[in-house]
């Protein structure tokens, strides 16, 4: 069964904490994205992959890191320097990096920070 | 001028009727136009798009308007089904090639009643 799984679907954490939500795809696809979802507020973009071991700022970066280190995995680093991180995380990916490749998410990661 | 705006925030339509998301955008350079579709606690599905060159496009009960010249594109959702209730973004990327992102919409909460 294709497609992208993220772990876990809910996560709580201490203000001041990292926090890592795992993504992992096996659709063989070449892009990798990271988006936050706030109610009224749609898909945010925090970071982009369009291959292995190169990633890209996407328009809400600030406080959070990624990595990809394997194509099908693309973990994101949630740090203490996000001023608002309690959020819906979606992962996608696509076929080919650009908009006009359907983008397939995962079911998302509720992360609560008290 | 990478903003799509949609509209309205929340709809509430009877059984059977249509169902109609606006949305606009400023950006010339966008060629492609995705709708997005949301279950609760899901991650986001393509439910159906379309480029420039059409102005309308059809799938089932699903329709895309498109209108180039106002910049504006529209879906309409026939004969609504309380099934249909879901979150609806539209989306926007462009040129082709370019290796551009999406640019989502802040989202419709679409309510088919009884």
């Known amino acids: 069964d294709g497609g992208i799984t993220q772990s876990p679907k809910y996560l709580f954490r201490k203000e001041g904490q990292n926090v890592t939500l795992s993504c992992e795809q096996n659709l063989n696809h070449d892009a990798m994205y990271w988006y936050r979802q706030d109610p009224g507020q749609g898909l945010r973009l925090i970071y982009y992959?369009?291959?292995?071991?190169?990633?890209q700022k996407g328009d809400i970066a600030e406080g959070y890191s990624v990595s990809r280190e394997k194509k099908e995995s693309f973990p994101l680093t949630v740090t203490s320097a996000q001023k608002n991180p309690t959020a819906f995380y979606l992962c996608a990916s696509s076929l080919a990096p650009t908009g006009m490749y359907e983008q397939y998410f995962g079911p998302g990661t509720r992360l609560t920070v008290t | 001028q990478q903003q799509v705006k949609q509209s309205p925030q929340s709809l509430i339509v009877q059984k059977g009727g249509i169902s109609i998301i606006n949305c606009a955008y400023e950006n010339t350079a966008f060629d492609y136009f995705p709708w997005y579709q949301q279950f609760p606690g899901k991650g986001p599905a393509l439910l159906i798009a379309i480029r420039p060159d059409v102005s309308e496009k059809k799938e089932g009960r699903f329709t895309i308007s498109f209108n180039k010249s106002a910049k504006q594109f529209s879906l309409h959702i026939m004969d609504s089904q309380p099934g249909d209730s879901a979150t609806y973004f539209c989306a926007a990327t462009g040129p082709t090639g370019g290796g551009n992102k999406l640019t989502f919409g802040t989202g419709t909460q679409l309510k088919v009643e009884l």
């Open positions: 992959s369009q291959i292995v071991n190169d990633f």
